[in-house]
């Protein structure tokens, strides 16, 4: 077998004993987030993040901002500083103004026109580096995230530029939403194997056809054929050759983020049919050693889209807070509810906790 993409760290800048998968401390949920106009989708993703109880736990302990030497934006601040504030919070609802400054905007005409006018000089003088959003227009809670967890694991290699690849993924954010991806490639000519090895923060799944999420798992990893142009060269064989590929989850994250792919490939159209979703997952069949111990998350947040295109509508959440109680989360909103409706919703994102 020939293996790439797995070379051990050579150093573990946030050692894992430090993380804690239970909420340390438990309180009434949080404040809600106003809508500067389009920006739902920054909501729920900001949500999602506070209620995920091993991030909070270190963001609530400010282990980040006590020894960080970065000069200007730093995400990881940011987030500290968003945190403590929703959960500590008296105010039924919060404007994540530092979030929102800090958005990297191609156009400001909207701006220098007059929206937003409390915004507007924070707006025009931010440092703009998170990612490609406009606070004025629609943008995706999927792609928000990842811009968003891309930032902060920035923050955290901050004045850590000479680690190699796999020490930069022992971050506090791969510690806890990082997993490993194996990629095992069969020759049909020869048999024989090359397995491949990525890390990964979250896991795009096709739903097309699909009733269920373990469905769509078990399609994620279920052997596909490969030939015509996507051909692949044998080590063996000396020559392009039609293969198997087979793609298994290696090593489990912490958090397990799933983004229910609702844009059809072909049409663009949305794709709303009902895809269920268990409170408790194990996701031990999925892994390259189905045969081992079972692996079981629980369901914390769920990220809902409505509208008939996925260029629109609107965004909002449900999230299990510290006490155990769930609730659904319109911007402003902060309304108790039942693992029943959770369950019963048309969800975009879900996220797992071990």
């Not at 796999?166 to 791969?174: A, K, N, P, R």
């Not at 031990?284 to 079981?296: C, I, K, N, V």
């Amino acid at each position: 077998v020939i293996v790439k993409g797995m070379t051990p760290p050579q150093k573990n800048p946030f050692p894992p004993e430090k993380i804690f998968l239970d909420w340390r401390q438990k309180r009434r949920p949080g404040a809600g987030l106003y809508n500067f106009g389009s920006t739902c989708y920054l909501n729920v993703v900001l949500q999602c993040l506070t209620y995920t109880p091993p991030l909070a736990n270190y963001l609530l302990s400010r282990q980040h901002s006590r020894f960080c030497r970065q000069e200007g934006f730093c995400m990881m601040c940011i987030m500290e500083a968003h945190v403590r504030k929703v959960l500590y919070s008296s105010a039924i609802a919060i404007r994540p103004r530092a979030v929102i400054r800090d958005l990297k905007c191609k156009q400001l005409q909207v701006l220098q026109q007059g929206f937003f006018p409390p915004l507007r000089e924070e707006l025009l003088t931010s440092f703009l580096v998170i990612g490609e959003f406009k606070p004025d227009k629609p943008g995706d809670a999927y792609e928000f995230l990842r811009c968003t967890l891309n930032a902060m694991q920035k923050a955290c290699l901050s004045g850590s530029s000479n680690l190699d690849i796999s020490s930069q993924e022992t971050t506090i954010i791969y510690q806890i939403f990082g997993g490993i991806l194996r990629s095992r490639v069969t020759c049909l000519s020869c048999k024989a194997i090359s397995d491949f090895y990525k890390a990964f923060l979250d896991v795009l799944l096709r739903i097309k056809g699909a009733s269920s999420l373990t469905t769509a798992l078990k399609d994620f990893v279920t052997p596909k054929e490969m030939g015509g142009r996507k051909r692949f060269k044998c080590s063996k064989c000396q020559k392009k050759v039609a293969v198997s590929k087979m793609v298994t989850v290696h090593h489990a994250p912490r958090v397990l983020t799933v983004c229910l792919g609702r844009a059809d490939d072909r049409s663009r159209r949305k794709l709303s049919q009902v895809v269920e979703y268990p409170e408790y997952l194990n996701l031990r069949p999925y892994m390259s050693d189905p045969a081992g111990e079972p692996l079981f998350y629980s369901l914390y947040a769920v990220v809902v889209h409505v509208g008939h295109t996925c260029l629109g509508g609107h965004f909002f959440c449900y999230t299990k807070v510290s006490n155990g109680q769930w609730y659904k989360m319109n911007d402003v909103s902060v309304d108790s509810c039942g693992i029943h409706t959770v369950l019963e919703q048309q969800a975009y994102l879900l996220f797992y906790v071990r």
